[in-house]
């Protein structure tokens, strides 16, 4: 499957918007103005999310239900189409640490909605996911939970003890960081690909393929497999079956729970109002957009995995779709500063944008900053292009094709100190020093991971 198309619509648009004049160069922009516009961006994102999210569901019930090649693939491809919406989301993560969150009896929670999105999103889209805790790999896979030949130390095959009682949303949340490990993560968008695709074994140059999941994984009859092997009973199929599907409900839960934050016609003190009303949401913003731009996508989810030269280290890496999430993540700092998004149908959204209050006090800045996000994206599409060829993120690491990896983190470090200072000249604003995560880009005399010169 290609995801061209993808690249071409989202570049078409960043293009557009940075190669000619806004719509709002006539008339003043204002802070408030900018503000509700990312705010009704934002909603956007999540309702396509959860369109996507819903639509996945459908898919897995219909797969559960069926067990076919047929199906399984139409479930990849409803787990595909929530990529990039959900990680263009992931721009509005405005964690308590930074004070990006009210919480308790002063914020949303209060009000009987979310108090920490961090805490959300953890149980929406953690990573890395250690895959043995939730089904069967191989007893090489590398991780840290114990595995055995059909061990049945996990959710799906236990029989006794902890792993072993009734799934549902409330029995696999409460197993999330199990025996207090961050990695054993048992809801959210990467148990769901997991459960799709299994464990991929496809790795380093020239091994080209992702996890390879048989659809009789989930076939409710003696045909009933673990992959190569046949259960000869449905019990193990059955329950597999269970936590796909009380996965799926979670996370189109969880979304529905965010949708509600973030729509305007939602009562009472909410995400969305709180962002608005407190008079610091384009700091906010500003923030979360270095965050993630730097010390989340350029460090720890790319940056990372050429520094240990880890497939494992990927964003998705059972379905090798970890270019289609990383994409997504550095479209949701250039939505955030153009003020676009692409929605799930093709339909466009433009407005009041952050590019157009920099341009009304420094136009050298604002087309500094535009010619950086068309870098930024166009070594991106180079990273499309690789895997529509057949190289995905996990060959590309460690190979002699990491450069192009390389680049598109060097490109997106280079947005570091216009984020930071030029922007924060312009409109006159106190920001937060960005995070550079752990694999910071510079100098290899200064000891950086990834290396400028």
Request: charged share 20%.
């Amino acid at each position: 499957m290609k995801f061209a198309p993808i690249g071409v619509l989202a570049s078409a648009l960043l293009l557009s918007a940075c190669g000619s004049d806004s719509d709002n160069d006539t008339a003043q922009v204002t802070r408030a103005q900018v503000e509700t516009h990312f705010a009704n961006m934002a909603h956007a994102m999540v309702q396509d999310s959860l369109t996507a999210s819903t639509n996945l569901k459908t898919a897995v019930t219909t797969l559960v239900a069926t067990p076919s090649d047929e199906n399984l693939t139409a479930a990849k491809a409803a787990y595909k189409s929530l990529r990039l919406p959900y990680q263009q989301f992931e721009i509005t993560r405005f964690d308590v640490a930074n004070n990006h969150v009210t919480t308790g009896d002063t914020g949303p929670a209060s009000d009987g909605g979310l108090a920490n999105v961090d805490d959300w999103e953890g149980q929406v889209n953690a990573w890395p996911l250690d895959e043995a805790l939730i089904d069967y790999v191989d007893v090489n896979y590398g991780g840290e939970f114990p595995v055995e030949a059909n061990t049945s130390i996990n959710i799906i095959n236990a029989t006794e003890g902890d792993l072993a009682g009734t799934i549902d949303a409330e029995f696999l949340i409460g197993l999330n960081e199990f025996a207090d490990n961050g990695a054993n993560v048992a809801t959210g968008i990467h148990a769901i690909e997991f459960l799709l695709w299994g464990q991929d074994q496809h790795t380093g140059e020239g091994n080209l393929g992702t996890g390879e999941r048989p659809a009789s994984d989930y076939a409710a009859d003696a045909t009933c497999t673990s992959g190569a092997t046949v259960n000869g009973s449905a019990t193990i199929c059955t329950r597999r079956g269970e936590y796909l599907t009380a996965v799926t409900d979670l996370l189109v839960a969880d979304l529905t729970a965010m949708e509600v934050e973030w729509n305007v016609d939602t009562a009472g003190l909410t995400l969305r109002s709180d962002f608005i009303q407190r008079g610091d949401g384009l700091e906010r913003v500003l923030d979360s957009m270095g965050d993630m731009a730097i010390g989340e996508l350029a460090s720890e989810r790319m940056g990372v995995a050429i520094l240990l030269n880890s497939t494992e280290d990927e964003h998705d890496c059972f379905s090798d779709l970890t270019h289609v999430a990383i994409y997504g993540n550095a479209l949701g700092v250039i939505d955030a500063y153009l003020g676009t998004y692409t929605r799930l149908d093709g339909s466009q959204m433009t407005g009041a944008s952050i590019s157009d209050l920099v341009k009304q006090n420094d136009t050298a800045a604002d087309t500094n900053i535009r010619s950086l996000l068309d870098t930024v994206d166009a070594e991106f599409q180079d990273i499309l292009t690789a895997a529509d060829g057949g190289k995905t993120f996990d060959m590309l690491v460690g190979s002699d094709d990491d450069t192009i990896v390389k680049e598109a983190i060097i490109a997106l470090d280079a947005l570091n100190v216009p984020f930071s200072s030029d922007v924060a000249n312009a409109l006159n604003v106190s920001l937060q020093g960005i995070d550079e995560g752990t694999c910071a880009v510079g100098s290899a005399e200064a000891g950086n991971c990834i290396a400028t010169e």
